[in-house]
């Protein structure tokens, strides 16, 4: 449905404010990364929501255009390296976090909601063979890849059978809701899905942890904890409660779906002015690290350089660049990465950072960045000059 993006997509409000306007950055590979757009976003003082601008088409981008990490079944993002070197990925990481939220009993119907290739929802039936898998999304390229664990009957692309109404035991969303032009009308429709009692289990980014959220063009929607709990709240779930460590850099929403779910009238009681400042601290955050691109490339215009990070970050540090020819490489320990392009330079492992290159453009969240660079040993074998962001 339209929404009106001169009102707040979360409590209605009109008072919002211009929080910032830059150039977007088309997220991961899975789409072409050359696709740079300028994208804006505004803030909500009423209840902290930020929003940006849909993309054009929505539904056909997400149908066709997307296709996030198809090019091999097990691709998936690191969530952490332990000190061994193993990589945690981010589907186990959250198929583990549902298995620590929730009982899920034998013959429990499971149902992942914008579901995508599905790879936490299969990592969790594998560990708990005794559910009932159902996956959603809005497009059918991930068909192939459900039908290794989840019945053709627990599948359905672009609408959700009637029958699924009202039977699920546990709705699971990750990185989705963020997506939609329609928050409120995205946590109703989960809402119908699940039975008197179950229960939903949903993962957003959280742009105070992570910055890289506010400038991913297809990224429509930016929560803050009083803007989720509006959102939960206003659409009638009860015992909401949101987690903000379970998860690094992302909030987990946990709802229950009452006997009668009614929309309820809600009032912000919460002090929301120090999340508001903490919005408009990111928006001034961004501005800052192109003005220290830019600066840093200046003082160093002769030098060979490689990004560490082939993530968002990675890319804002290319798209600003004037000079990308002087860039002989993307870095990522990330091995589904490994070997790729991305836009026009190529993507190797940290092992095998170019002797010659004398500057490094740290591309990884500034949060955890200095610690992940610190234990790259092949960075520290000769010297060279460092920006983090």
């Not at 150039?23 to 929003?51: E, M, W, Y």
């Not at 830019?294 to 082939?310: K, M, N, P, R």
Request: with cysteine; proline share 6%; glycine share 6%.
């Amino acid at each position: 449905m339209p929404v009106d993006q001169n009102t707040c997509c979360v409590c209605g409000s009109s008072e919002l404010e211009v929080l910032f306007k830059a150039r977007g950055i088309g997220f991961t590979l899975a789409q072409s990364p050359n696709d740079l757009t300028s994208t804006s976003a505004t803030l909500c003082k009423a209840c902290s929501h930020v929003q940006t601008p849909p993309l054009e088409d929505i539904a056909a981008y997400y149908d066709t255009g997307y296709q996030f990490q198809l090019s091999n079944p097990e691709e998936d993002d690191i969530y952490a390296v332990l000190q061994d070197g193993t990589c945690v990925y981010r589907s186990q990481h959250q198929a583990a976090s549902v298995a620590k939220l929730h009982d899920l009993s034998p013959g429990s119907k499971v149902l992942d909601y914008g579901c995508g290739k599905a790879r936490s929802l299969a990592m969790l039936t594998e560990a708990e063979s005794a559910i009932a898998p159902y996956a959603f999304d809005v497009s059918d390229i991930y068909v192939p890849l459900w039908d290794q664990f989840v019945p053709k009957a627990n599948q359905s692309s672009y609408s959700v059978p009637e029958a699924w109404h009202g039977k699920m035991d546990l709705a699971l969303s990750f990185f989705a809701l963020e997506h939609t032009a329609d928050p409120r009308g995205f946590v109703r429709e989960m809402a119908q899905l699940v039975r008197p009692g179950g229960k939903v289990h949903v993962v957003i980014p959280n742009m105070y942890r992570n910055i890289s959220d506010l400038v991913v063009i297809d990224h429509a929607q930016h929560f803050s904890v009083p803007s989720l709990r509006y959102l939960f709240e206003a659409a009638g779930y009860t015992d909401v409660a949101i987690h903000d460590s379970i998860h690094r850099a992302a909030f987990i929403v946990v709802a229950t779906r009452p006997a009668e779910m009614q929309e309820v009238d809600v009032r912000v009681s919460e002090d929301i002015a120090p999340v508001i400042q903490a919005a408009r601290d990111v928006a001034d955050t961004w501005a800052d690290i192109a003005q220290r691109i830019t600066a840093f490339e200046d003082d160093h215009a002769e030098a060979t350089a490689v990004i560490y990070g082939s993530g968002v970050y990675g890319m804002f540090v290319a798209s600003t660049l004037k000079d990308l020819s002087r860039v002989e490489a993307f870095l990522d320990a990330n091995p589904y990465r490994q070997g790729r392009e991305l836009m026009g330079v190529p993507i190797l492992a940290p092992d095998q950072v170019p002797a010659d290159a004398t500057v490094v453009y740290v591309g990884l969240n500034p949060k955890d960045s200095r610690g992940i660079i610190e234990g790259v040993a092949q960075l520290h074998s000769t010297p060279r000059d460092f920006l983090f962001l």
